[in-house]
Structure formats: C-alpha cells, structure tokens
C-alpha cells in the first residue's frame, strides 16, 4: 500500500511542482518546493545574510513531526511518513549533469534533483552586490561582485555575472525570486558558462539547483518552510 501511494505520489509532484529547485516544463519533472516571490532588480541587495543548504536542514530528526504534521492532512495519516521521505528524497539525489540524464533517460520513476552547494562550498555569505563562498573549516573558496544581467529565461531567473576575471564556475548565477521573507528560503544555480544555466535537464548541471536557509533561522522559520513546501506541492494530491 505504501509503495503503491508512494508512486502515486511521485506522479502527482511531477505535475503539479511549480517552483522548488526548479520551474515546471512540459513532459518533465522538477524538483518540488515552495511558491516564488516578485521580482526585482535590486533582487540581490535584498537576501543579504549567510546562507546553509536547505534540505539537510529540512530532513534533522527534529524537525520530523513537524512535517508529519504538514503531510498528514494532506494525505493521510497513515501516508506522512512516506510522502515525507519521498519529498525529500526529490530534491536529495547524488547525480546531476550527463550522469544524472543518462540515469533518469533510462529509469524515469527515479528522477530526482539535487540541491546541494556544488564545487565545495559549505555556506554563502551575500552582501550588497557580494558574493562569497567558503569551504567547511570557514576559509574563502571565492568572493566577487556581481552584476545584473538582462537575461530572458523560461524559469524566470534573474541572472548575475561577475565583475571580476577568472571566476571560473562562480562566473554567473541565477537566482529565483524566493526570499527568507516571502519564501523563507533561496534557490539559485551558479555555473561559469551562462548556457548551462538555461536548461533543468541539459548540460552540464541538468538536475541540479542549490537550494538555501538562511543559517540563523528559527522554528517558527522551518515551520512555514516545511508548511508551504508540503502545501504547494501536494494540497492537489486529493
């Protein structure tokens, strides 16, 4: 029974996902998460603070009930529990870029995202116009300025580029419009060329979009993030 819910599930979040690590695109799945805010060009200005990943906030053992609390009168009681581990397990895969579409091409009841920090980055410091990345002992991996760029998309980015040279993968980012205040989380992708950040399932970063809390978040945080996250994504699983 559970399994077969559990599958049930899965079909529903690929239809109704909107936003979360992701934007919807026909005939393709997209991580689940939490609606997106307004736009706006001074975008960047407005998130300052430090930033840890997301989801392995999301799935500590002590935030569980507050997601079976979320989960279960949407689905169930007798379903939180796996609906819980399927919407984190989403956005928790391992694989993104070639690897990650070759996998998912071949079994696509496996198709997740992942949404860590890539290229060794432990917490993102924003700050103005700054951008800094620093490794898990605390020390600097990159620090630049950026600015905006005019750039259309389909998922409705807004996209950065550093001012400075040699930024190698940290050359440009795109952020979605979330905020700790709107959102009560972040969601971005960052590569060195712009193209492969077009694409949710092409390139070099295909199923992948990191997604953020900011560090010194609180309960009353985690509980709307885990609210809304559930609610967006499963409140038309009826």
Known sequence: MKKKFAAFVLCVICLV????????????????????????DDYLT?????????????????????????TAPLVGAENAEATT?????????????????????ADSDSMAFNCYFLGGIDKFVMDGHMITGLDAQGREVFSHTYQLLD?????????????????????????????????????????EDLSD??????????????????ENYDQATMENVIELFATENLSNAE
């Open 46 to 70: 407005g998130i300052g603070g430090t930033y840890v990943e997301l989801f392995p906030e999301l799935s500590k053992s002590e935030y569980r009930n507050i997601w079976i609390d979320a």
């Open 85 to 105: 581990d399927l919407l984190l397990g989403m956005c928790m895969a391992e694989p993104y870029g070639p690897e990650a579409a070759e996998k998912y091409e």
């Open 151 to 191: 750039e259309e998309n389909e998922n409705g980015f807004i996209f950065y580029q550093s001012e400075d040279e040699n930024s190698g993968e940290f050359t440009y980012f795109a952020f979605s419009p979330d905020t700790m205040e709107t959102t009560y989380h972040l969601e971005f992708r960052y590569a």
């Open 17 to 40: 996902s909107a936003a979360g690590c992701g934007q919807t695109k026909t005939d393709e799945q997209t991580p689940p998460a939490a609606d997106q805010s307004t736009t706006t």
């Open 197 to 214: 950040l077009q694409s949710w399932f092409e390139g070099n970063y295909a199923y992948w979009n990191a997604a953020a809390i900011a």
